[in-house]
């Protein structure tokens, strides 16, 4: 859903690119989408990593003090790798946001609540009640509702 | 209690870093965001600085946050800075939010908070 519809359809260059086979046009306007998506999935990634750090570590953290307990999370190994992918996202972060209005790019991150949400589920055995299954749906009609509202932007 | 406050201070931080980010950023053409110039003049602009040393607490913020709450409880409650954003970004940026786009916020922010409820 993000990756289809390349072309901002409300210009008339988005148009004009429509009609066109040419790779070049295409694959310019494909990598915005591909930032997103990309930048969406390596942050979820991130955050199931430095969940996983952090329940190794708490059990040595539980009685010290707050920066003390900070500098012991940061050395986590996988925290410092979930961060690291963290940070590559971020950089397609950084890439996508040129390319659209904020209050548009950003309520798409929201499949991220949908991947770590399933990623707590499968990873680390938390339950999923009903009412969280309806939200994980109703974010995705949302995202699909803000992909036909368009990305028209003001400029 | 610590780790309730800490979760909503790195989701306020969360949503005012996007904008200041954005305000950084702005609209690039390809051959700016293709350009290793105009990255790096990423790194010296006060508004993406901004951003980095937002982004940084916030993150901190979260870790301390997610040490105590269980992820899928406490991630989705992020999606209350989609609101904090559009508005700022409306006010700020400038930004023209259709109806349809503050409608597809809200049924975001919906889908969220009924994932956050537990």
Known sequence: MITRAP???????GMLQA???????????????????????????????????????????????????LLIYFRQPLVLLGLGIYGLGTVMWVFAVSKHDISYIFPITALNYVLVTLGGMFLFAEVIPAKRWLGIFVVIVGVTMMQSAGRKSKR | MTAIVALWASIILNGLAQVLLKKGVGHSNDSQSTSAQWWMSLLTNGWVLSWGISFVVATALWLIALSKLDISYAFPLLSTSFIFVAIISRVFLKEVISWPRWASILVITLGVILIAEK
């Open chain 1, 7 to 13: 072309i901002d359809p409300g210009s008339a260059a």
């Open chain 1, 19 to 69: 009609a066109q086979p040419a790779s070049a046009a295409i694959s310019r306007f494909q990598w915005c989408d591909v930032a997103i998506l990309g930048s969406v999935l390596l942050a979820a990634c991130g955050h199931l990593m430095i969940k996983a750090g952090l329940n190794a570590a708490i059990s040595t953290a539980a009685h010290v003090l707050l920066l003390e307990r």
